[in-house]
């Protein structure tokens, strides 16, 4: 069984007075089946890690770069993420690749660093609004995948996530046809790629996931759960979809 997964993604959101939200989070979530971690902006991981000590909630960061020290002023390697106290990291998200150019090669030893240095990668992927409505949403999401794996990849190292692109931060989503489609599509590309480990890999939805909607995503085959934005900065959000998680499976 895949044990479901509550990402919650804060990107360049947080100061230290929001440390309460995570802790509220904890409190809220103490029960829960599913797993919860929060991605906060690198600032924060080691105050967090230490308010959130011994709550089950697990960290993560939200890029790190490739090679493991040297020269690259601004960047944060896996190994120091997992020093903060980071267990996850995120690759590959559609604001890295369009922000900063990343290819999917790039992604793939993103996601081998983390691996080498015993982080679970969280790899998204996700189209455009225009590649959607060419009708080249599986090919995309398919090529994605297929070159931000790295050879590293396995169930217990490794999330996928399928965040649409436009549905990022809009408040629109896909349909829940839509949503099952792609997640199909993606656990049969994982199983040719990887066989039997493509079995085991979870697949996360993202992408204007909120209170409202979750119960109903989450209720899909192959959505093992979610990567939560906006939604995952307020505790009573965030507490609410890990509920809605934990009543679908």
């Known amino acids: 069984m895949r044990r479901r997964l509550a990402a919650g993604n804060w990107k360049m959101h947080g100061l230290s007075a929001?440390?309460?939200?995570?802790?509220?989070?904890?409190?809220?979530?103490?029960?829960?089946?599913?797993?919860?971690?929060?991605?906060p902006p690198a600032t924060l991981l080691a105050p967090m890690a230490a308010a959130l000590a011994g709550s089950g909630v697990?960290?993560?960061?939200?890029d790190c770069h490739h090679t493991a020290s040297g020269a690259h002023t601004g960047d944060v390697s896996a190994a120091m993420l997992a020093d903060a106290g980071a267990s996850h990291v995120i690759v590959?998200?559609?604001?890295r690749r369009s922000d900063h150019g990343e290819t999917d090669d790039q992604v793939a030893t993103k996601a081998a660093a983390a691996h080498a240095a015993g982080l679970v990668a969280i790899i998204c992927l996700g189209e455009t609004e225009a590649e959607r409505d060419r009708g080249q949403t599986l090919a995309v999401v398919s090529g994605q995948l297929a070159g931000s794996l790295p050879d590293s990849a396995s169930a217990v190292n490794t999330v996928i996530a399928y965040e649409p692109v436009w549905a990022i931060g809009t408040g629109r989503t896909p349909t829940e046809a839509q949503i099952a489609e792609v997640h199909a599509a993606l656990r049969g590309a994982l199983q040719r790629l990887l066989g039997g480990e493509g079995a085991g890999i979870r697949l996360l939805y993202g992408g204007s996931v909120k209170p409202g909607n979750a119960a109903a995503i989450f209720a899909l085959p192959e959505v093992d759960g979610a990567l939560v934005g906006g939604a995952s900065l307020k505790a009573a959000d965030f507490a609410a979809i890990v509920s809605a998680l934990d009543s679908s499976g």
């Open 18 to 39: 929001d440390l309460d939200e995570a802790r509220a989070l904890a409190r809220d979530t103490a029960t829960a089946r599913c797993e919860r971690l929060i991605c």
């Open 92 to 95: 590959g998200h559609s604001e």
């Open 58 to 62: 697990l960290l993560g960061g939200q």
